[in-house]
Structure formats: structure tokens, C-alpha cells
């Protein structure tokens, strides 16, 4: 009917799905999205047309997004343990200490536990690790990523 190859159909549907999921993502405002669409070279009509489409339905387009974003499991509880090994039949001194943490999640509404066993200086790296990654959270770089990701 559109005298047009079936993958320049599936790269427009395409390109304008990306486009109007990518905006809506970003929750773009007006005139960005004016912006962003502009630089394709399309007719001021079609462009009016294509901002009415974006504005008519970001909300539903953000609503299904975040439907099918994963359900990752949210903590609960933590128990943990300290054991300490101070000889075996072999060797009579030596100190071999370990970590045991029980780690309690919230599934979609099950409660599911892992186990974690680890040595004190590998649980000393993963404490700092994840503070750094906290105080990168406090860069205004990060600040910025965060706040459009809303």
C-alpha cells in the first residue's frame, strides 16, 4: 500500500518506538522534545504531530515501563556470626576466622534467605567498596544521572 520495503516500515516503527520511550524515560519537557525531533529534519507538522503523540501518552508509556522493569528482591533482616578456628589436629595454633551472614530478602511478597560466608579482610574490601560507591552517589555527576532517571 505505502509502496515501501517491509524493513523501512520496521526501522520507522522502530526509531519512533526508541524515540518515544527514550523521552518518556527522561519525562523530556516540551521543548526539548521540539529540540530533539528538529535536528530529524521532518515538516513543522509533523513534528506538532509527533509532540502531540509524546505528550498524549508519556504517563501510560512510563506506566508500562515500569511494569516491565525486573522486581529485584528488597533487604529484610541480616544475621550474622563471627567463627573463629584456633587449631585443627594438624596445627595446633593458628587462627582462621570467618564471617557467616544470613541475608533475609522480600520477594514479590516471599521471603527468601541467602547464606554468605567470607574471611574478615575480604568483608573489610566489600565495606569499602560499597562506601565509595556511596559517596560517588553524593558527585553531582551522579546527582544529575539520578534525578533525569526520575
Known sequence: KLNVG?????????????????????????????????????????????????????????SILSELAPKLPSYHNLEWRLDVQLASRSLRQQIKPAVTMKLHLNRNEDQIAQVLQTDPSTLLHLIQQLEQALGEMKTNHCRRIVRNMK
Open 6 to 62: 517491509v524493513d523501512t516500515i520496521q526501522r520507522g516503527v522502530e526509531g519512533l518506538t526508541y524515540l518515544l520511550t527514550e523521552s518518556s524515560k527522561l519525562m523530556i519537557s516540551e521543548i526539548d522534545f521540539q529540540d530533539s525531533i528538529h535536528v530529524l529534519g521532518f515538516s513543522d507538522e509533523l513534528n506538532k504531530l509527533l509532540l502531540q503523540l509524546y505528550l498524549d501518552n508519556r504517563k501510560e508509556i512510563r
